[in-house]
């Protein structure tokens, strides 16, 4: 009994050592950003999933949300997205690809003053829907589109 | 140390369009090197901008993004010899900065 008293004293030692390091700044940069990187959403298998991690839910289908990309993307491992929102009070904007190993690609945040549109690059690991997911005034809204892959992207 | 970003900042009509090309692996975790050990992914997490203290993007990315990362964005305000930073962190704690002059 005494036994697991005293595991149970070392490990509430260790939690709170932690806490400690935390709070003093020194853990790598890695761990302070943990609580902005949404673990569980960039986890997530599928769409839906990935949603749900995001506390988006069932978002509504917008035609103000524009994307631009390839009908059909030669090469798998580089493919041009671009999303822009005429919502208005645009907070964020996020890419998800069903059929990746992993759903959620990006999620860009808008603050006030920055034009609702982000151009990057993305991996796609076969034939796919790409969704944009955009957060505007506390609600969330969604548009996709079907890209062919030729060549696959996460493969090796 | 990770290489320099390529940044080109151009104002245009009351605003400013930025273009950043990070230097990355983005490794994603799901290859086999010729062993067939995984090969650990290593991608980067985190990137903001900032122009005059203010961050006018910050993006959280996961390993879908692809290697030698493309990122175009606006924002409104910024003019002719202001400077904007970048800064990307990845899932390994690495981290780079680099500045620009809007042009």
């Known amino acids: 009994m005494d036994q697991t008293r005293r595991n149970v004293l070392r490990a509430g030692g260790g939690a709170s050592l932690f806490a400690l390091l935390a709070a003093a700044g020194m853990l790598q940069p890695e761990a302070a950003f943990a609580a902005d990187w949404n673990q569980k959403a960039f986890a997530a298998k599928n769409v839906k999933d990935a949603l749900d991690a995001l506390g988006a839910g069932n978002p509504a289908n917008s035609n103000d949300i524009i994307m631009t990309a390839p009908e059909i993307a030669e090469n798998g491992a580089v493919v041009p997205v671009a999303a822009e929102s005429k919502i208005p009070g645009t907070e964020s904007i996020a890419f998800l690809i069903a059929k990746n190993p992993t759903a959620l690609a990006a999620s860009f945040d808008i603050p006030a003053g920055t034009e609702a549109a982000v151009s990057t690059r993305v991996k796609l690991a076969q034939t796919t829907d790409v969704h944009v997911l955009v957060k505007a005034q506390g609600k969330y809204y969604m548009t996709k589109k079907e890209i062919k892959v030729t060549i696959g992207g996460c493969g090796g | ?103």
Not at chain 2, 60 to 76: C, Q, R, T
């Open chain 2, 1 to 103: 140390m990770a290489d320099p970003m390529r940044i080109r900042a151009k104002a245009k009509d009351g605003g400013v369009n930025v273009k950043i090309l990070m230097a990355h692996e983005m490794e994603t975790g799901q290859r086999k090197d010729s062993a067939g050990k995984p090969i650990p992914a290593h991608f980067i997490q985190h990137v903001s901008v900032t122009w005059q203290g203010k961050v006018v993007l910050s993006a959280n990315w996961g390993p879908a993004i692809s290697k030698n990362p493309f990122l175009e964005f606006d924002f409104k305000g910024g003019k002719k010899g202001d400077k904007i930073q970048v800064t990307w962190t990845d899932n390994k704690g690495d981290t780079r900065t680099d500045e620009a002059t809007i042009n």
